[in-house]
């Protein structure tokens, strides 16, 4: 009679990764021949453990858009340690993609809807002319005067609490546009000459419309420029839409920092 | 009688260049295909002025190496101002090259041999994994601990003042070795998680030789894992090569901030 090992359970991880989003469409894998960060991610996941997974996320972030604190799972089986799994799979991975940390998780921990809130941040710079090395990471705002970054705060504090962000996106699953926003700052980073000034949007919520953080980017750069009053602003919070100039900051100054579980 | 207008002459412009190393077979120019920054730029100021020109520059920085302060200078007929030039030139270049700022300077301004000083900094990273966002202008340093950095300014201190730095490089003209280091500074920057450790090393010396700050840099790390004693570092700076492990950190890494002028 063969007695053969029973089969080995799968193992949920949960790992942090980070990615320069710029050569990707975004975090969601596609069909046909699109990269993507998860396309790739589960290459090395099969490369590493010979086995095809679908990885779940905490975040679709868009075309562009990077990551440092993007939150995946995925189920496995493997007979080392989690550390070994984490050297495969950053031995695996191209430069742009990289798996900060892992651990085991619970087999029902959901990156998505387990999270209690994400934190985003949004870099741009006032310069006379692009910096090669601020603009893979940051908006050139095309303004020729700094921005007035103590209005920015006053704006942002508006967007502080609960609120429905219809004016600021669809949402990305479900009917509700009722956001509730944790943290919302303007910070002055030091800027190095010619840029006139190098600002740092930080925005944590419970969850965000789809362009929803470029987007406030957008208005806030437009107070910031005298473009939009903080009543205006006020009105497109509380669902006056109209004429609303919902123009979106562009793609390659948005970055997932964190995801944050109870 | 024809009266032709006198040929008009050719002022020499000064301009401050920054540009993101990555694609370049570095600054200056080659035979055939290869891609220079020097080359990029003569094609933007022929395209702008119809004019041929070869630019003089005040470093010939390396294959992979950026620059923020480059400092270069050419000659052309032009008749409109120099902020007029200064936008054209960016309205003809990549994203990865810009002129930060544009300005008539003296017929007999020489970017290289007028200059004083020239700074460079060189950042590096200590992190359990690579990390994509820091990685493309930063050295990610394959030690498992932090680096004693007190260890590395002590050492840094070594070189301020003059030295014959031949354990550091190749002349890259002339003979001398002696070079006047003015500021040699190990700074700890903020550290986004999970990196363990963020370090600027900034060096303003009269010259430097091939390779000399990605040297010292190695150098500077070696000592900071304890790998190498400060009266090792002493004795390489007295002329004592022997078995000296002059290994040069990656080019990625070093960035060309400033060049000084009397």
């Known amino acids: 009679m063969i007695r053969a090992d029973p089969l080995p359970a799968a193992t949920r991880y949960r790992a942090v990764v980070a990615y320069d989003g710029t050569r990707f469409q975004g975090f969601q894998r596609q069909a046909g021949e699109t990269l993507t960060v998860q396309a790739v991610l589960e290459a090395a996941i099969e490369r590493v453990t010979g086995q095809r997974v679908t990885l779940k996320a905490a975040g679709r972030t868009d075309t562009g858009v990077h990551a440092t604190g993007q939150v995946i799972a995925f189920d496995v089986v493997w007979r080392h340690t989690p550390a070994d799994l984490w050297r495969a799979l950053n031995a695996n991975l191209p430069d742009d993609v990289a798996v900060h940390s892992l651990a085991e998780a619970p087999p029902d921990f959901h990156p998505r809807y387990d999270a209690r ?72 980073l030091p800027a190095p000459p010619p840029v006139t000034q190098l600002l740092r949007y930080r925005i944590e919520a419970n969850g965000f419309l789809y362009h929803m953080v470029r987007r406030i980017v957008g208005a806030l750069v437009r107070v910031g420029s005298g473009a939009l009053s903080l009543e205006e602003l006020t009105r497109a919070l509380e669902g006056a839409q109209g004429d609303w100039p919902n123009q979106a900051a562009p793609a390659r100054g948005l970055c997932l920092i964190a995801v944050t579980y109870e």
Do not use: I, K
Request: hydrophobic share 40%; aromatic share 12%.
């Open 117 to 188: 809130s994400r934190v985003y941040e949004y870099t741009l710079y006032v310069a006379p002319a692009r910096h090669p090395l601020l603009d893979r990471y940051a908006w050139h705002v095309p303004v020729s005067q700094a921005l007035n970054n103590q209005m920015m705060q006053r704006a942002a504090d508006l967007l502080l609490g609960t609120h429905d962000f219809a004016a600021f996106g669809q949402p990305t699953q479900g009917e509700s546009t009722v956001r509730q926003v944790f943290c919302s700052q303007v910070q002055t």
